[in-house]
């Protein structure tokens, strides 16, 4: 029986080892928790969150929707363990995370082909490492220092790096219900959401204070860079006044039903877990200090009094230019043998990293078992999200988000209100016709 060490219990690696494991492979499943933690992970458990608990927009006129579709039919532990902890978050699709992982841990544990190993490995010379068919580097953006030199020293200077923040989590018993309503953007009679309306002046001076704020500063080595889909709160609000008014505290869709009026501007909250009882500020990415954070966020209408159950923070997220440093497989060149999988390779988000581990346990077990998969078409939200990682950019290699960008044109003349619907279509058609053709069955429904 072949074998395979993948090194990382997160999102990427856990899909990663259950495609290898269900092919046959024995897996051992490197995770470095409990005796050693990153400075965002809190639990013991495997594919924790650290972020939101939301996986995003569902449906096919969505590019995620559509990764989450293909992951779907291609057998996604990940997606299996979020449809079975979902929480109600409208039309997007978010879990309870402690549920989650749970789930996913339990799977992996008792798979028989996979034995989880709780230890840290340090260097890619690591001994436990000799005598695998392969091994795959998936220990996401927090890698260890040492892992990540160690990563680095074998590709030479060839490493990026961005600054991702975390939002704050709060208790439900702490918001005020008199200022404090349910409801959705779209959909007012839903209760998924718990909105916190702001007139001019409160959302000004909140502004303000955000500004103001004393946040957390960057080591003095290290450049700070954000990634575009995942800006700290305060960083938008640099951008101008009304900015957050605009973006993720814009007013569109909601009457506060203390006014009959639309509010100036409006403070999402999501639920953490089914029971409702721990609610995630939406947008609220930040590096703020802790202390700036009570004070300033204890300024929203309703969260006067404000439990914190989770402060934000931030962290460096590290990744390779993989374009340079990786083949078509994610193997690293300089290191054959070695996979990356996840978001250490430059894809972002929960379902891209998820979907990068399936990927290369899905094409490892086959090369490894004589029977080679091709890369799935670039008009599929897997192959652009692949393709993203082996197309070198015209300036600099950025982390990325599923999304139509990373796809071929449509053909023809398309109004702009049936580009998505088309993108979304052409997709469902090519993975559908990709699937047949590497003998891995048909998509759901068919």
């Keep these: 029986m072949a074998k395979v060490i993948v090194v990382g219990g997160g999102l990427a690696g856990c899909d990663c080892a259950w495609r290898l494991a269900g092919a046959g492979i024995e897996v051992e499943l490197y995770e470095m928790k409990p005796d050693k933690r990153s400075e965002a992970h809190l639990e013991d458990g495997l594919a924790e969150l650290i972020c939101s608990n939301s996986f995003r927009a569902t449906g096919p006129a969505a590019a995620i929707g559509l990764l989450k579709l293909e992951l779907d039919e291609l057998g996604s532990l990940v997606m299996e363990a979020a449809h079975a902890t979902e929480v109600p978050a409208g039309g997007a699709l978010a879990v309870d995370r402690t549920l989650f992982s749970e789930y996913v841990t339990e799977k992996i544990e008792n798979h028989p082909n996979i034995r989880v190993v709780r230890r840290e490995v340090a260097s890619l010379d690591d001994p436990a490492l000799a005598g695998a068919d392969a ?227 899905l094409s490892l077990a086959a090369r490894l078992t004589g029977a080679p998969v091709a890369v799935p078409p670039r008009e599929t939200a897997l192959g652009a999200l692949l393709g993203h990682l082996r197309t070198r950019p015209d300036k600099v290699f950025q982390p990325s988000n599923v999304n139509f960008g990373l796809m071929p044109g449509l053909e023809g003349r398309i109004k702009k209100k049936f580009r998505k619907e088309a993108y979304g279509e052409r997709a469902r058609e090519a993975f559908a016709a990709w699937l047949r053709g590497q003998g891995l069955g048909q998509p759901a429904g068919e």
């Design 135 to 361: 091994v795959v580097v998936a220990a996401g953006p927090l890698a260890s220092e040492e892992l990540a030199k160690s990563l680095m020293d074998a590709v030479g200077d060839a490493r990026l790096y961005f600054y991702d923040a975390i939002a704050p989590i709060i208790s439900r018993d702490s918001v005020d219900f008199d200022k404090a309503f349910w409801g959705s953007r779209w959909k007012p009679e839903d209760d998924d959401y718990l909105n916190c309306p702001m007139d001019e002046a409160e959302y000004k001076a909140f502004v303000a204070e955000l500004l103001a704020g004393e946040k957390v500063k960057p080591r003095a080595f290290e450049k700070e860079i954000h990634f575009e889909a995942c800006l700290p709160v305060e960083a938008m609000a640099e951008r101008g006044e009304m900015t957050l008014a605009f973006g993720p505290l814009k007013p569109v869709g909601f009457t506060d039903p203390r006014t009959g009026q639309r509010p100036f501007a409006i403070v999402q909250l999501r639920a953490e877990n089914r029971d409702k009882t721990a609610f995630n500020l939406v947008g609220f990415q930040t590096k703020l200090k802790y202390p700036e954070q009570q004070r300033i966020f204890r300024m929203i209408p309703g969260l006067e009094n404000a439990e914190f159950l989770r402060l934000g923070s931030i962290h460096r997220n590290t990744y390779v230019n993989a374009p340079e440093v990786l083949d078509d497989d994610l193997q690293l060149r300089a290191r054959p043998g070695f996979y990356l999988a996840g978001q250490i390779t430059g894809v972002e988000g929960y379902l891209e990293s998820a979907a990068c581990g399936l990927w290369v346990g």
